[in-house]
């Protein structure tokens, strides 16, 4: 059988973004259109992870990120709380043997600290499985917030401040950025949001300084490699200055 929508790529005539992050948003959307429960949403929402992952892989992407829990989404009730973090246990059992082939590596960004010992564990042995791994880079952001995030790297720089290891002035972006969860990640090159929502609800807020933003209008479990394909390809039709001039062709 044919998949026409496999043949959808980004243009191969220009770079491909180093680094792609996603706020996942619309799963309880797309289930309240069907009239099931928002978890249900969620559930789709983990098979467009798994298929988007795919096709980063697939294309050479070298980051991904995903926005999976925000330091905000406490505030939801706790049965949804239980289910998502659920979901999170069986997709990291379920996935390391595909991401193992698929040459994926996995990391987590965000407080990991008020998640369960036997879940930070279990994510610990996922990262450590694929560890030898040297394709896609997966990055999820859990119990993440971009000011949460900054406040924990001004805290690490004020101790060794304290202890006398560093001066004020040693403090430059690239010794904050060091100290962020994303140390050593670039920074991301293409931010795309679904659902049509158009903030950033928190994501990312030092490393996204230059990102290049997309607003996709399809709840995330519908998402697949067309939307994404369609993403890539308007990124690369952008011109990126960094406050600069545009360099001549
Ligand atoms: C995104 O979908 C998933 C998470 C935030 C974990 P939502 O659950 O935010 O879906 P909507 O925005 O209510 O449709
Ligand atoms: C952002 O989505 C958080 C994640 C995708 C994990 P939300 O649905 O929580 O954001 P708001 O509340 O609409 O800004
Ligand atoms: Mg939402």
Same mark, same amino acid.
Do not use: C, G, H, P
């Given at each position: 059988m044919s998949h026409p929508h496999r043949e959808i790529r980004p243009f191969a005539s220009s770079p491909l973004p180093r680094h792609i992050a996603i706020i996942m948003d619309g799963n309880g959307r797309w289930a309240r259109r069907r009239g099931k429960p928002r978890i249900f949403g969620h559930r789709a929402g983990a098979e467009a992870l798994r298929r988007t992952a795919e096709a980063c892989a697939e294309w050479g992407i070298s980051h991904l990120t995903l926005?999976? +829990? #925000?330091?905000?989404?406490? /505030? /939801?009730p706790e049965g949804e709380v239980r289910a998502l973090l659920a979901l999170l246990r069986r997709y990291l059992q379920e996935s390391v043997a595909d991401l193992r082939r698929r040459g994926v590596r996995l990391r987590f960004i965000g407080?990991?600290? /008020? +998640? #369960?010992p036997a879940l930070r564990k279990r994510m610990e042995e996922v990262a450590a499985a694929l560890g030898g791994n040297r394709g896609l880079q997966i990055i999820l952001a859990l119990n993440y917030g971009g000011r949460d995030e900054i406040v924990r790297a001004c805290r690490a720089l004020a101790r060794l401040a304290a202890a006398g290891e560093i001066a004020a002035d040693d403090i430059s972006e690239e010794l904050f950025a060091r100290h962020l969860d994303t140390a050593d990640v670039p920074d991301p090159d293409l931010v795309i949001r679904t659902a049509g929502e158009m903030r950033l #609800?928190? +994501?990312?807020l030092w490393q996204t300084a230059y990102a290049e933003y997309y607003s996709s209008p399809v709840c995330w479990p519908d998402f697949n490699r067309l939307e994404l394909a369609a993403a890539i390809r308007a990124f690369q039709m952008r011109t990126r200055k960094f406050g600069g001039l545009a360099s001549p062709l």
């Open positions: 926005y999976a +829990f #925000s330091t905000e989404n406490w /505030r /939801r407080d990991v600290q /008020r +998640f #369960s #609800s928190n +994501f990312l």
